[in-house]
């Protein structure tokens, strides 16, 4: 193990305690009371925010902020204000402080902090900042620390869980994602007006304007990651977790007790007390009644181990390095730190033959390592990290061990653009951040002066971009501007309703009437705009009567049918059809959008859209309407009732067998009064071929989609199909004989051919010409034939002169008269209702 501190006989003193202890402001105290001093924070954007209030004291000159990739370094600086891994340890200083020791723990990053707590020490003082849990360790580790503990100034009080709409003002809503961190900023700006947005990847000027807007009052809400429970110091009185679990870096887990008090104690500012809570009451992202009194009490376990990694390695070769890396600590308190990304990208570039021919001798090696230190800003991961490593120690092992200057120039030109969204300008200022750490590194490039003020402007104008990309997708400026302009008069609100049907009131939009729809557009729906929202819905009520009085007169060309049997009205969704009495007879909902119209209007637009339906029928599908009267015509006869009554229910066309019984008793008269309607009572089928015009049988479809019953139309002109493809069955028209699908009317015309073309019972040969222009094949042709009554003639019967290829067919005749039972199909329940008993004698 490296050896501990030796930098002086100065006092150490470890303050312990829980957040809003002022463990921070008396730190920065101690160090501007000593002529020099470092203070080692975790977070970029809390040195950053200690370093403007020592410049404030002690002027720009003297005062250094040094983090990975931002450096102001003065000449004269003598206070030194870092992130733990950019602590300058070979600097003697007076005084040095190590903020947030008890992140030793951290599997990540805790073996940085460990060797700062056990190597870093100021020549007069030294101050340890931490929770009170690391206090074994520090009293083992370093036993000549004085432990003090401060209480919190305030208390800090369970709320219980709320939703987020319920939340109170100058709340922080804590996330674990950037993803969740954007989605609840989103619910907040559609339901409060906006937040404040702050991330631990976000830049000290993109932190600072977002936290500005938060103190300034312009933003009552502020969504942050966890990085918000690492001292940023900002007014917040409830802190609401949006869950208790985060991602680590190697799995899911639940928050600790001590991280959980650690996010919750930024409620509460000095004297002022503050509550936290949870989203929901109940789940894994609910408190437990144990973590709950623990935060209150502040009462969290002891930790039992810090992580460890050689601080100060061996440098003579490259496996030196690596086993000095791996070393393991002493037996302790001390734990083997896991493979952090810097040794696993060593590890990597160690198996390449060209690194180690490279990396010889201790400055090499020393390179080597400075290069897979590089951070991975990106977050892409092992192996592309490890070749973009790669890529810059080669260049830093040859020639001058300078990156090319072109090179550089241009991954900072691809970068500089502030075109994108929200997640494209961080992903942005993310690979910044990598090539602003390389600026940094004095030897790394021919002029790093240069480079490292491009990539901060760089950093600047994306941080500034990012600011504004924040602002205007979670925060509703122009609501709160106008609501403090009209006050509470809702009727001064001058709602107006664009030509495309946007509603706003003077330049803010609101939402959109889509026909009687209001729809509220998604940055409307803020607590603050009820009063703006309540006023349009007023005042729209002009305007929906209107259209509706519109829709009341509409000619028919503006009205449509939907394939599901809905109404259309301006390319909007007024109606919709529901099964009825009979298939002819649907019933006609208004929909639910017109209920703002009074019940005059209502009905006045229904009746419009009924005739509307009426006449479409008697266009397009008369017969159905007139079978639909037949069907109840008190003085019909019951087989004809039967007939009318399964036919409409059949869409208008039917097949034959399964009303035959009552077909064949028809009287003469009552077939005429069929034809007289358009029916043709064919052998095989009975149907009006008026319904197999395009427009009538998609009617016929909508109408029989309305009752449940899917029959999709045959395609426009065909005249067979191929069995299975879609319209090939005879609700589509098209009758399947065999591998084939003929449509109705061309059954009946071949039907009339075969018998104007036979003699009696003697074989016959019907003209093939129709059946080969409709395109029947032989097969179909022959199962038409034989369900029509006629069967292949024998060669006894054709003659020994008849042609072999050419079939002939002979009559079957018809079966003797009988009485016919009503067979058990549809026909059934229209026979009950008609009081026939199926019994009439049947005639030819």
């Not at 730190?27 to 954007?45: N, Q, T």
């Not at 810090?306 to 390095?321: I, K, N, T």
């Not at 017969?623 to 399964?646: K, N």
């Not at 009696?760 to 395109?775: H, K, N, Q």
Request: charged share 25%.
């Amino acid at each position: 193990m490296s050896a501990r501190a030796t930098a002086g006989d100065g006092r150490v003193t470890a303050v312990l305690g829980p957040t809003n202890t002022g463990k921070t402001h008396l730190a920065v105290e101690r160090l501007c009371g000593h002529s020099s001093g470092i203070i080692g924070f975790p977070l970029r954007l809390l040195a950053r925010e200690v370093y403007d209030r020592v410049v404030a004291i002690k002027g720009p000159g003297q005062v250094a902020l040094i983090t990975g990739e931002e450096k102001i370094l003065p000449s004269d600086a003598r206070w030194f204000l870092c992130t733990a891994e950019s602590m300058p340890l070979d600097r003697e200083v007076s005084f040095l402080a190590l903020d947030e020791a008890q992140l030793g723990a951290d599997p990540e990053r805790g073996h940085v902090f460990t060797d700062r707590l056990l190597r870093a020490r100021g020549r007069e003082e030294t101050m340890i900042l931490g929770s009170a849990a690391i206090r074994p360790l520090v009293r083992a580790l370093v036993p000549e620390a004085e432990i003090v503990e401060r209480p919190r100034f305030s208390t800090l009080t369970y709320a219980g869980a709320r939703k987020i709409s319920r939340l109170p003002k100058r709340s922080a809503i804590v996330a674990f994602s950037a993803e969740e961190v954007y989605a609840v900023a989103e619910m907040l700006r559609r339901l409060r007006g906006g937040a404040a947005v702050v991330m631990g990847a976000l830049s000290p000027r993109t932190r600072n304007a977002q936290v500005q807007m938060f103190q300034a009052g312009e933003v009552d809400y502020l969504v942050a990651t966890d990085a918000i429970g690492m001292g940023l110091n900002m007014d917040v009185a409830h802190v609401a977790f949006a869950s208790l679990h985060k991602f680590d870096g190697r799995r899911n887990r639940r928050l600790t007790v001590a991280e959980m008090a650690q996010i919750a104690g930024r409620a509460g500012r000095h004297q002022r007390d503050g509550t936290f809570g949870a989203l929901v009451d109940e789940g894994p992202g609910a408190f437990g009644p144990e973590e709950v009194l623990a935060i209150e009490e502040h009462r969290f376990p002891k930790l039992d181990n810090l992580y460890w990694r050689e601080g100060a390695p061996d440098f003579a070769s490259v496996d030196a390095l690596i086993a000095s890396l791996e070393r393991k600590p002493e037996p302790g308190v001390l734990r083997a730190a896991p493979e952090a990304i810097d040794l696993s990208v060593l590890k990597r570039l160690a198996d390449e033959s060209w690194v180690r021919d490279r990396a010889r001798g201790v400055a090499m090696v020393k390179r080597l390592w400075a290069a897979c230190g590089v951070p991975d800003f990106r977050k892409v991961g092992l192996d592309p990290h490890a070749r973009f490593v790669s890529r810059l120690f080669g260049h830093l092992s040859e020639g001058k061990g300078h990156l090319p200057h072109q090179w550089f120039a241009d991954e900072i030109a691809r970068l500089d653009t502030v075109a994108g969204d929200v997640e494209t300008i961080a992903g942005r200022i993310a690979a910044a951040r990598s090539w602003a750490y390389i600026a940094h590194r004095a030897d790394w490039l021919a002029d790093p002066a240069h480079w490292a003020e491009r990539t901060r402007g760089l950093e600047e104008r994306l941080s500034d971009a990012l600011h504004q990309g924040l602002t205007q997708r979670f925060v509703d400026k122009r609501t709160t501007a106008l609501m403090r302009q009209i006050g509470a008069d809702v009727g001064a609100l001058p709602v107006t309703v664009g030509p495309g049907g946007e509603v706003s009131v003077e330049d803010h939009h609101l939402g959109r009437l889509d026909g009687f729809r209001f729809t509220v557009a998604p940055d409307a729906r803020a607590t603050d705009k009820r009063l703006l929202l309540a006023a349009a819905e007023k005042r729209l009520k002009g305007e929906r009567d209107r259209r509706g009085a519109a829709l009341a007169e509409a000619e028919d060309a503006g009205v449509t049918l939907g394939d599901a049997g809905e109404l259309h009205w301006g390319g909007y969704r007024v109606a919709t059809l529901a099964p009825g009495p009979s298939l002819a007879r649907p019933r006609l909902l208004l929909d639910r959008d017109l209920d703002c119209l009074d019940k005059a209007l209502r009905e006045r637009v229904r009746g419009r859209l009924e005739r509307w339906v009426g006449d479409r029928l008697k266009v397009r599908a008369p017969t159905l309407p007139l079978l639909a009267d037949v069907a109840r015509d008190a003085v019909a006869s019951p087989e004809l009732r039967v007939v009318a009554g399964v036919l409409e229910a059949a869409g208008g066309i039917a097949a034959r067998l399964g009303m035959r019984a009552a077909v064949e008793a028809l009287e003469p008269a009552e077939r005429k009064r069929l034809r007289g309607i358009g029916v043709t009572i064919g052998a095989l089928d009975l149907f009006d071929p008026r319904l197999l015009k395009p427009e009538a049988a998609r009617l016929r479809a909508v109408l029989m989609s309305v009752r449940g019953e899917a029959v999709t139309p045959a395609p426009a002109g065909a005249t067979v199909l191929a069995r299975g493809v879609a319209g090939a069955v005879l609700a589509s028209g098209f009758r399947p004989l065999g591998a084939q699908a003929v449509r109705v009317d061309l059954v009946e015309r071949i039907a009339r051919a075969a018998h104007d073309a036979r003699h009696g019972r003697a074989p016959f040969m019907p003209d093939p010409a129709l059946s080969v222009s409709i395109g029947l094949e032989p097969e179909t042709l022959a199962r038409l034939m034989a369900e029509l009554g006629f069967r292949a003639a024998s060669r006894d019967q054709d003659g020994a002169d008849a042609p072999p290829a050419v079939p002939r067919w002979v009559w079957r005749g018809r079966p003797p008269a009988r009485a016919v039972a009503v067979m058990p199909t549809p026909d059934n329940a229209f026979a009950a209702l008609a009081g026939w008993t199926g019994t009439r004698e049947r005639r030819g």
